[in-house]
């Protein structure tokens, strides 16, 4: 099911422009409106499923990602980022950023990243990940 008030929605009706990439009868890649590099990509399911992780045939969706991360690949690009962040549209989007790993912007984007990995106060001791950890770990009766 489609939604009326949905830009991918009306993307995948044909309503609002854009430049495809590729699709199937379940999925669509486009190119993204904001390209975080050349040939920043979204990746979103053809009915309205609001957050990736309830796309009801997950593993499809990402081997159609992989199918679009793969031909980036065979294109040149030695990196092709993947992110499923996106609160301004609120219809499952996986994003595919391919680089070369010099691109300015990207550098620039990823840097803030990159501080809080080498922060080291943002690295809980012992007894605070332990509590983390614990807060988070999965039962393991539930991990089939």
Same mark, same amino acid.
């Given at each position: 099911?489609?939604?009326?008030?949905?830009?991918?929605?009306?993307?995948?009706?044909?309503?609002?422009?854009?430049?495809?990439?590729?699709?199937?009868?379940?999925?669509?890649?486009?190119?993204?409106?904001?390209?975080?590099?050349?040939? &920043?990509?979204?990746?979103?399911?053809? @009915?309205?499923?609001?957050?990736?992780?309830?796309?009801?045939? %997950? $593993? /499809? +969706?990402?081997?159609?990602?992989?199918?679009?991360?793969?031909?980036?690949?065979?294109?040149?690009?030695?990196?092709?980022?993947?992110?499923?962040?996106?609160?301004?549209?609120?219809?499952?989007?996986? &994003?595919?950023?391919?680089?070369?790993? @010099?691109?300015?912007?990207?550098?620039?984007?990823?840097?803030? %990243? $990159? /501080? +809080?990995?080498?922060?080291?106060?943002?690295?809980?001791?012992?007894?605070?990940?332990?509590?983390?950890?614990?807060?988070?770990?999965?039962?393991?009766?539930?991990?089939?």
């Amino acid at each position: 099911m489609l939604k009326d008030d949905c830009i991918f929605c009306n993307i995948i009706k044909g309503i609002v422009p854009s430049l495809k990439i590729h699709e199937n009868d379940k999925y669509l890649a486009i190119l993204d409106i904001a390209q975080f590099t050349e040939g &920043h990509t979204i990746v979103i399911p053809k @009915d309205h499923i609001e957050f990736v992780w309830d796309a009801p045939q %997950i $593993g /499809e +969706y990402f081997e159609f990602v992989k199918k679009i991360g793969d031909h980036y690949r065979e294109l040149g690009y030695s990196y092709v980022d993947v992110l499923t962040f996106g609160r301004l549209v609120h219809h499952a989007h996986v &994003h595919l950023v391919p680089h070369k790993g @010099d691109d300015p912007d990207w550098k620039q984007a990823l840097s803030v %990243i $990159g /501080e +809080y990995q080498v922060d080291p106060s943002r690295r809980p001791g012992a007894d605070k990940g332990e509590k983390i950890a614990e807060k988070f770990r999965m039962n393991p009766n539930l991990s089939e």
